[in-house]
């Protein structure tokens, strides 16, 4: 089993920067791809961005340019960084991380965007 734990989440204005950070813990070295996913108020849950072992890194048309993810193998974590934020960015985010043939979630952190 793996375990995923999200942090940095807050209350920004727009125009700013937040940077989200995930840790896994467990069997953590069965992890392949990982990647952060996003649920704004009343929405589905949507792909933010994913990133290989080997740096390799896709991102939603809506954040790309804005947004960039990236991980630490050694300590098994993944980062994004979001800048020029909009209130349509307002959302739950949730790490992800798929390994050893399952898919993983972390119980989200809030991220809220003010005009």
């Known amino acids: 089993q793996v375990q995923l734990v999200e942090s940095g989440g807050g209350l920004v204005q727009a125009g700013r920067s937040l940077r989200l950070s995930c840790a896994a813990s467990?069997?953590?070295?069965?992890?392949?791809?990982m990647g952060w996913y996003r649920q704004p108020p009343g929405k589905q849950r949507e792909l933010v961005a994913l990133?290989?072992?080997?740096?390799?890194?896709n991102y939603a048309a809506s954040v790309k340019g804005r947004v960039t993810i990236s991980r630490d193998n050694a300590k098994n974590a993944v980062y994004l960084q979001m800048n020029s934020l909009k209130p349509d960015d307002t959302a739950v985010y949730y790490c992800?991380?798929?390994?050893?043939?399952?898919?993983?979630w972390g119980p989200g952190t809030q991220v809220t965007v003010s005009s």
């Open positions: 992800n991380a798929f390994g050893g043939g399952k898919i993983y």
């Open positions: 990133i290989l072992p080997d740096g390799t890194t």
């Open positions: 467990g069997s953590s070295s069965s992890i392949n791809l």
